[in-house]
């Protein structure tokens, strides 16, 4: 039994505001024993989670708290309980049954108080599979206390349900039928009342039914004989009633069975082996020992073959059966053998090709062939040897071909005639390629050096350094610069001695000299210019017009730069130096255009190659131009377009990747996966689908967090509407949530408080009627208490403090107790609520003074009367002097007897 599944809400009324029900002290001891009983590991043993007490409750409180534990135990599995004890009244109006609260009132039963009919409709709303009642209803009587009697309309209003099958489950328990008054000791309110004290009686001391437990059922039936054995009219039979199994399930520990059986009980439940062993060295000489040692046995065989088959081996199987040779799995276990020995010897050939084929070992290949001739495999293991036979002989001819000191052309291409799909034919051409390429640059190489051996000039010297860094000739190239540039210091000394010497006589033959001795010399330009200076200067002397005419002609028919250039330099500011210096310029543009067109050419060309961007193409345009403009950039673009080929299978390989990961995440459909793929490729071909899933994914994980903050923020305002109970809060919650499912149960809460409102605010105005027309400090406190926000409570402190001041008032002229100091009470106070009795002391002061003043004026009249007769006997005559006196006696004395008619009548 698992009695966290069992719900118990214990509810007690010990008293009440209302001053015509009387308090049942008692209730409360009910209450801490039924808990203490409830708790009690040897009876029911609940957690203190799962026993509610709600002592001196309001009405709404103790419906809320039955409703929220009916609601808690929800589910077949489930048990609640339900124990009240207090007044059960009978409304005047309805004949109906209520249970009473704190703030019940009696003459209005029906809004402050619990219909049975209500504790119905709560009992059939709750969901649990057993239900148990019980009602200990009292009200008290007679000098033990008779508790008001249940009558006949309890009992019927209990059997009468409307629907039985909603009822299922479901066991009421009484204390009274309708013709007794349940008891309780008033002067013990250490005692609980009498239902209640036999009920726990039971519980502690437990049934004889020789059972561990026992049912709710039987426990009524002890009780039933334990009050007919008082054989007491006036104590109450108990009274239950059945619906379905309802009270008929054992869920109650009993306390006279022997220890050794309720052990073994429990342990049974559990049915462990370590319960077992327990139970033995607990009770080494119970009944049950030889039953215990069995189970032990039964369950570690079945804890062995447990093992046995999660651990599915041979070995595994075999220390079963040597353990447990006549066990009961002993057959099944030599099967499993059996089976996994077949399995075995297939999963060899499997495990040996595996091996083979995830190794690639050619040996592993043979030692399977040799093994399984005609296996599964055998085939394409003969395949796979035969291929890596002809992949041998390929390596070796490629061994013989590459590894030569001096690489050959011809060698390479008698690999590639052999073996035109070898492993190594792309390698061989390139290699052929390359071979090619060099011999061809050895070719430009010699023929450089050959022109700049011819020119032997440091110019074509340096340009062939700058082609060859590497180059054969470089040495000689470098001994050559050195050598030139030696020779140019001595030539550049010469030259600057003859330039001096020119410049100091500043003489054309000097320049002259200077300039055939030097025609690239340092300062050749300022030379000629000094010549052709020196020149013009004497031809201007010499020449005319004409001769620079006759000279112009012949420049124009020969139409070269040089011819040009020359008559410029003898005319530099000649007729025709204009013309001549534009048709130079016409004459280079034509040569730089021609220049220009063979560039174009080679860039339209090289442009179609890129176009194709064929490797091929590229290494004819190295042919084509050695010395091309686009030379670096075709070796560049071979390299790059190798390189790319290289990219481009491995793309495929990663686009085969990313695909079986996509495959995985949208086959999943996980947000974590889809992250990953993001993470792994930002600019995936299914990047923008996995970003728009994760999108989707997280709004939905949003949505489903948010409904749930909603739902628990929706749960935190029920909560505190049902734990404040107010009308505003209930309003304020169904404006906020107009569809939740306690929206109806908070309008109808919002019309009963609203009814109680009402019913309070008339009970109010008649309390404070009542306390007005009393006017004392008792009566103004008790209104306060009973209505603590009441209209009327500013009023009832204010007269209050008054009522304290006067009562200080009259305590003070009580203390004194003089005729002036009762007028001065009644001077302050002359509407006070001592009026009556300081009107009656000071009239009681004043009879005494009468009462002095009348005896002493009888004393006066005796002794008056005394002397008359005693002056009638001696002769005197009746002294008419004295009749005044004797008529204000006569008055004094009418006006005391008056007073004290008074006094006592008043």
């Not at 509810?11 to 024993?33: A, C, F, R």
């Amino acid at each position: 039994m698992d009695y966290n599944k069992i719900n118990v809400l214990l509810i007690g009324t010990s008293t009440y505001n209302d001053s015509n029900i009387k308090p049942i002290p008692n209730v409360e001891q009910n209450l801490k024993e039924l808990k203490n009983v409830f708790s009690n590991n040897n009876i029911f043993g609940l957690p203190e989670s799962n026993i509610i007490q709600v002592l001196n409750a309001d009405v709404t409180k103790i419906k809320i708290a039955i409703g929220s534990i009916s609601n808690r135990a929800r589910g077949k599995d489930q048990i609640l309980i339900v124990y009240y004890a207090g007044h059960g009244l009978m409304s005047s109006k309805n004949s109906n049954v209520y249970i009473t609260a704190i703030d019940t009132l009696e003459n209005h039963l029906e809004l402050t108080g619990l219909s049975l009919d209500e504790l119905k409709n709560i009992i059939k709303d709750s969901t649990a599979g057993q239900k148990i009642i019980i009602l200990d209803c009292c009200h008290s009587g007679n000098i033990f206390g008779n508790m008001g009697a249940l009558q006949s309309k309890v009992i019927e209003n209990i059997k009468r349900f409307d629907d039985r099958e909603a009822f299922l489950g479901t066991y009421i328990l009484t204390a009274t039928d309708e013709r007794q008054s349940a008891k309780f000791n008033p002067d013990d309110p250490t005692l609980p009342t009498l239902f209640t004290q036999k009920l726990v009686e039971v519980f502690n001391e437990g049934i004889m039914n020789n059972k561990p437990y026992y049912s709710f059922q039987e426990v009524h039936g002890y009780l039933s004989a334990m009050f007919k054995a008082e054989a007491n009219p006036e104590f109450p039979i108990p009274q239950h009633a059945i619906f379905g199994d309802g009270g008929r399930i054992s869920i109650i520990k009993n306390r006279k069975q022997n220890l050794d059986e309720i052990a073994w009980f429990n342990t049974k439940q559990v049915d462990a082996i370590e319960e077992y062993y327990n139970f033995i060295q607990s009770f080494p000489n119970s009944k049950f020992i030889s039953e215990a040692e069995q189970k032990i046995a039964l369950l570690e065989e079945e804890a062995r073959w447990s093992r046995a088959k999660k651990i599915d081996t041979i070995t595994s199987y075999r220390e079963y059966i040597i353990s447990f040779s006549n066990g009961k799995f002993v057959d099944e276990a030599k099967d499993k053998i059996s089976f996994l020995i077949e399995e075995l010897k297939k999963n060899q050939e499997e495990a040996l090709w595996s091996k083979a084929e995830n190794s690639n070992i050619i040996t592993l290949y043979e030692d399977y062939l040799s093994k399984y001739p005609s296996g599964k495999y055998s085939l394409e293991a003969k395949k796979i040897i035969k291929t890596n036979q002809e992949k041998k002989q390929e390596e070796s001819l490629w061994r013989e071909v590459d590894n030569r000191e001096i690489p050959n052309i011809q060698l390479y291409q008698k690999y590639i005639e052999v073996h035109p799909e070898g492993i190594h034919a792309e390698e061989a051409l390139q290699k052929i390629g390359k071979l090619e390429s060099i011999e061809i640059q050895k070719r430009q190489e010699e023929a450089i050096w050959k022109n700049a051996i011819q020119e032997n000039n440091a110019h074509a010297l340096d340009k062939y350094i700058q082609m060859y860094p590497n180059g054969i000739y470089i040495s000689e190239a470098q001994e050559r610069i050195s050598q030139l540039e030696e020779l140019e210091e001595q030539r550049r000394k010469q030259e600057e001695a003859v330039w001096q010497n020119a410049t100091s006589t500043n003489v054309l033959k000097l320049y002259q000299n200077y300039v055939d001795k030097y025609p690239t010399g340092r300062y050749i330009q300022h030379a000629q210019d000094k010549i052709l200076e020196l020149k013009q200067i004497e031809e201007q002397k010499k020449l005319t017009r004409e001769k620079e005419e006759i000279f112009w002609q012949k420049v124009d028919q020969e139409n070269t730069i040089f011819s040009y250039e020359e008559y410029l330099r003898v005319y530099p500011i000649g007729f025709y130096s204009d013309n001549a210096k534009a048709r130079i310029t016409k004459i280079k543009q034509v040569e730089e255009q021609k220049i220009l067109d063979a560039k174009i050419k080679e860039k339209v060309a090289w442009q179609k190659i890129v176009e194709v961007n064929s490797i091929n193409l590229f290494k004819d345009y190295l042919k084509e131009y050695p010395n091309g403009n686009f030379f670096k950039e075709a070796q560049e673009k071979i390299i790059q377009l190798e390189q790319l080929d290289e990219q481009i299978r491995q793309q495929e390989n990663d686009k085969k990747q990313e695909e079986a990961i996509w495959q995985n995440a949208a086959g999943k459909d996980v947000l974590k996966l889809y992250r990953s793929y993001v993470k792994r490729y930002p600019s995936g071909i299914y990047t923008k689908k996995a970003q728009e899933r994760i999108t989707q994914l997280e709004q939905l994980e949003e949505q489903i967090r948010q409904q749930e903050t909603d739902k628990k923020q929706e749960e935190a305002v029920w909560q505190n509407a049902v734990n404040e109970d107010k009308v505003k809060l209930y309003k304020g919650y169904i404006e906020k949530y107009p569809n939740s499912k306690h929206t109806s149960y908070a309008k109808d809460r919002i019309s009963q408080l609203m009814q109680i409102e009402e019913t309070k605010n008339k009970d109010e105005n008649h309390v404070w009627q009542i306390a007005v027309k009393e006017d004392s400090i008792k009566v103004y406190q008790s209104y306060i208490e009973k209505y603590p926000r009441g209209q009327y409570v500013n009023d009832a402190e204010k007269r209050i403090k008054e009522l304290g001041k006067e009562k200080y008032a009259w305590k003070n002229a009580s203390e004194k107790n003089t005729l002036y100091s009762y007028k001065e009470y009644l001077e302050r106070y002359p509407n006070g609520q001592y009026m009556k009795e300081a009107v009656k002391m000071i009239e009681k002061f004043e009879a005494e003074k009468i009462r002095l003043e009348a005896i002493q004026n009888e004393q006066y009249r005796k002794k008056r009367e005394k002397e008359y007769k005693s002056m009638r006997k001696v002769g005197f005559e009746f002294d008419s002097e004295k009749i005044p006196q004797l008529l204000v006696g006569l008055f004094i004395l009418g006006l005391l007897i008056f007073r004290l008619i008074r006094y006592y009548f008043y």
